[in-house]
C-alpha cells in the first residue's frame, strides 16, 4: 500500500551531475573529430574576430544584467545565457587548438600552452565539470574569458600579418581591458574607476607575458621541414643526414654541418629569427639568420645555418633551435653525431 502523501523521494546528487554528460560527450565528440580533421589548417581570422566580439558583448551583457533578471526571476534567460557563453569558450579555443598544437614543440616547455587550451576546450565541453568548477566561482569565469580572448588574439593577428611577439603583447592587454566590465560588477562602482583597474591589469599582462613569452609557441608560425646536412645549395640541402645520425668521420670530412629549416608563417608577416646550436645540452653558436622569414609560401620559408668550429671529438647529441628574434621558440632540429 501505498502512502499518498509521503514527499517524492529527493534527487541524487549523482543523477545531478550525471544529467549533463550526454550532450557533453556529443559535444566533446564533435570537437575532437573537428580537430584531427583540421588539425594542420589554420583558422580564418573573420570567424575568430566574430566569436571574439559575439562572446565578449554577451559577457557584457549578462554581467550588466545578471542581477535585475534574478531579482525578477528570469533564470531561464541567465540559464541559455551562460550556456551560450559556455559554447562560446568551448568553440573559440578549440577552434584555435590546432594553431597552437603545430607550432608546439613538444620536448619544450611551450608544449604547456597548448595543454591549457586544450584543458579549456574539454572544461567547457564536458559541463557538469564546468557547471562544477567554473561556474560558481566569477573569478574563475573571467579568467577563462581573459584567457580566451588571449589565445584567440595570439593566432587572429599573425594572419592579418602582425609579428608574433606584438601578437602576443597587444593579445594581452586586450584581453586584460576587455574585463572592465568585470571589474566594475565586483566593487568598482564606476566605469571610470573600473576602466582604470583594467589600465593597470593590462600593464602587468604586458610585462607577464614579455618575460612569460617562452611558454607560448609563436603560432601560427611552423617549422615545416627541418633537416641537418653537409650543406646547403641553391636553397635545397646537399647530403642530408638520413635518419638523423651520422658519423664523426664524415663530419670532419665534410669540415662543416648545415641546419636546413623551412619555417611556415602566414602572408605578410615578416618575421627574423636566428639558429641557436647545441650539443649535448651546451651551447654552441647563435647565428642570427640575415634574411628574415618572409609568410605566404606553403611550403615555408627555407632559411640555414653553418657550423663550421669543428673540433675532435664531435661525437655528441645536437640540436639547433629556431627562435624568433625576440626568444620565442618555433620548432627544433634534433640529430646525432657517433663516434
Known amino acids: 500500500m501505498t502512502d499518498q502523501g509521503a514527499a517524492p523521494a529527493p534527487r541524487l546528487p549523482l543523477v545531478g551531475w550525471l544529467g549533463g554528460w550526454p550532450i557533453s560527450i556529443v559535444s566533446l565528440s564533435m570537437g575532437l573529430a573537428a580537430l584531427f580533421v583540421f588539425r594542420r589548417g589554420l583558422p580564418h581570422v573573420g570567424w575568430i574576430v566574430g566569436y571574439l566580439l559575439l562572446l565578449w558583448l554577451l559577457f557584457v551583457l549578462i554581467t550588466e544584467l545578471r542581477a535585475p533578471l534574478a531579482e525578477r526571476g528570469r533564470d531561464l534567460v541567465l540559464t541559455a545565457a551562460d550556456y551560450t557563453i559556455q559554447t562560446l569558450y568551448h568553440n573559440l579555443l578549440l577552434f ?10 613538444l620536448d619544450s616547455r611551450n608544449v604547456v600552452f597548448p595543454a591549457l587550451v586544450a584543458a579549456g576546450a574539454i572544461v567547457t565541453a564536458v559541463d ?30 599573425p594572419l592579418v600579418g602582425v609579428q608574433p611577439i606584438l601578437s602576443l603583447e597587444a593579445s594581452a592587454v586586450m584581453a586584460a581591458l576587455a574585463l572592465a566590465p568585470a571589474f566594475r560588477r565586483e566593487g568598482f562602482t564606476g566605469w571610470l574607476r573600473a576602466h582604470g583597474v583594467a589600465l593597470a591589469a593590462a600593464a602587468v599582462a604586458l610585462v607577464l607575458v614579455w618575460f612569460a ?11 615545416a621541414r627541418a633537416v641537418a646536412a653537409r650543406g646547403v645549395a641553391q636553397l635545397e640541402p646537399v647530403e642530408p643526414v638520413d635518419g638523423g645520425v651520422v658519423s664523426a668521420a664524415t663530419v670532419l670530412e665534410w669540415g662543416e654541418l648545415a641546419a636546413y ?18 650539443r649535448d645540452r651546451r651551447p654552441l653558436a647563435r647565428v642570427t639568420l640575415p634574411t628574415p622569414v618572409m609568410g605566404g609560401r606553403r611550403e615555408g620559408f627555407r632559411t640555414f645555418s653553418r657550423f663550421t668550429d669543428l673540433k675532435a671529438p664531435v661525437a655528441g647529441q645536437y640540436r639547433v633551435d629556431v627562435i624568433t628574434a625576440s626568444g620565442q621558440l618555433i620548432g627544433r632540429l ?3 653525431v657517433t663516434p
Open 96 to 105: 584555435v587548438l590546432p594553431a597552437y598544437y603545430a607550432a608546439a614543440t
Open 334 to 336: 634534433r640529430f646525432t
Open 261 to 278: 629549416t623551412a619555417v611556415y608563417a602566414p602572408a605578410g608577416v615578416r618575421q627574423p629569427i636566428m639558429h641557436v646550436w647545441w
Open 213 to 223: 613569452r617562452g611558454l607560448v609557441p609563436p603560432a601560427p608560425l611552423v617549422l
Open 128 to 157: 557538469p565539470i564546468y557547471r562544477r568548477v567554473v561556474h560558481p566561482r566569477p573569478w574563475l569565469n573571467h579568467a577563462l574569458l581573459a584567457f580566451s580572448i588571449f589565445a584567440a588574439l595570439n593566432v587572429a593577428l
